[in-house]
């Protein structure tokens, strides 16, 4: 099945600072998302990106999807968003909506 | 338009005993998928319905159960509970029949002792 790779694992940022965090796979999908978890454990959709680039707010993302990776990127970070990100990503065609998801990366922005 | 809705939200159950978790979709979505979150194992697909017939099964044992219902409404069965099953379970919805775009719900969080 595909493998996801989330770097970096953990991100201590002071508020203000930018992030990018990355998604590798090791398999070509045509189904890719970014979620943040928040305190609660639900996922909040952040983007649906099988491809190119999105921006919402202080958040964009990319992925290139020939060379098996995507990146989130958060500028102006604040408080809020710290927690967890995930990267999901599967292919439709053998696996239907199934998504293999990556092992987050644990953002903490300080004050 | 609602989101996607789990009940219950928290369960305590005792090994041995069996668990019914539900899910209702957003309205219009014909696929539901099931994720188990453990810390130590991460956010692992369960199984993943679609229009009342599972597509996609992971590497679960036969325990995991789940049907969908022609609502597209979904629940998931646990039977011989065991302390390992203690988890956070998410259900997920989308329109299904290609890769759309998925939404969770808050999540079922279940304490087995």
């Known amino acids: 099945g595909i493998q996801v790779e989330q770097s970096p694992p953990d991100l201590i940022l002071q508020e203000g600072a930018n992030s990018t965090l990355r998604c590798n796979f090791s398999d070509s999908v045509n189904n890719l998302q970014w979620f943040h978890q928040n305190p609660w454990g639900q996922l909040i959709n952040l983007f649906y990106?099988?491809?190119g680039t999105k921006q919402n707010g202080r958040l964009s993302a990319t992925t290139v999807a020939t060379e098996r990776y995507s990146l989130l990127y958060i500028s102006s970070s604040q408080t809020t968003d710290s927690g967890v990100y995930f990267c999901?990503?599967?292919?439709?065609?053998?696996?239907?909506?199934?998504?293999?998801f990556g092992e987050g990366t644990q953002l903490t922005v300080n004050p | 338009k609602a989101g996607v809705t789990q009940t219950p939200r928290y369960l305590i159950k005792t090994r041995g005993q069996q668990v019914t978790l539900s899910c209702s979709p957003i309205s219009g979505h014909r696929s539901v998928s099931w994720y188990q979150q453990t810390p130590g194992q991460g956010l692992q697909f369960l199984f993943e319905y679609f229009s009342e017939t599972q597509r996609n099964k992971g590497n679960f044992p036969g325990r995991f159960s789940g049907r969908q219902f022609s609502n597209s409404r979904s629940e998931m069965n646990v039977s011989t509970l065991e302390l390992g099953d203690s988890a956070l379970y998410l259900c997920?919805?989308?329109?299904?029949?290609?890769?759309?775009?998925?939404?969770f719900g808050p999540g079922t969080r279940l304490t087995v002792t």
């Open positions: 997920a919805s989308s329109l299904g029949g290609g890769p759309y775009e998925q939404y």
């Open positions: 999901a990503g599967g292919i439709q065609e053998t696996s239907g909506s199934r998504l293999t």
């Open positions: 990106i099988p491809s």
